[in-house]
Nanobody
Framework: QVQLVESGGGLVQAGGSLRLSCAAS????????MGWFRQAPGKEREFVAA????????YYGDSVKGRFTISRDNAKNTVYLQMNSLKPEDTAVYYC?????????????????WGKGTLVTVSA
């Protein structure tokens, strides 16, 4: 099993920035592709970003392109999500995710492991 623990969520004003972190333990972190999803109240869990195990390939949901950046540090067993130019519609619980294959992280039902989530609230 892989355990994923998110941190860095909180309250921020529109236009501000936050950096989320996800610390992994259990199975070897570098063997997994990693990603982020988010879920707002009453909404479906949606894809935010993904990164391959090597860090060479990244993919973003259309709503966050140009504003969010995903990265990973395999030596620290950690994946990050830098969120800039935040909007009220970015308000959601953000979940860290892991999968054996990069392509499986592009849909929520392809994910192998989930974190508990961290709440991001963006005020107008």
């Amino acid at each position: 099993q892989v355990q994923l623990v998110e941190s860095g969520g909180g309250l921020v004003q529109a236009g501000g920035s936050l950096r989320l972190s996800c610390a992994a333990s259990g199975r070897t972190f570098s063997n997994f592709a990693m990603g982020w999803f988010r879920q707002a109240p009453g909404k479906e869990r949606e894809f935010v970003a993904a990164i391959s195990w090597s860090g060479n390939m990244m993919y973003y949901g259309d709503s966050v392109k140009g504003r969010f950046t995903i990265s990973r540090d395999n030596a620290k067993n950690t994946v990050y999500l830098q969120m800039n130019s935040l909007k009220p519609e970015d308000t959601a619980v953000y979940y860290c995710a892991a999968a054996v294959y990069y392509s499986d992280l592009l849909r929520w039902d392809g994910v192998d492991y989930w974190g508990k989530g961290t709440l991001v609230t963006v005020s107008a």
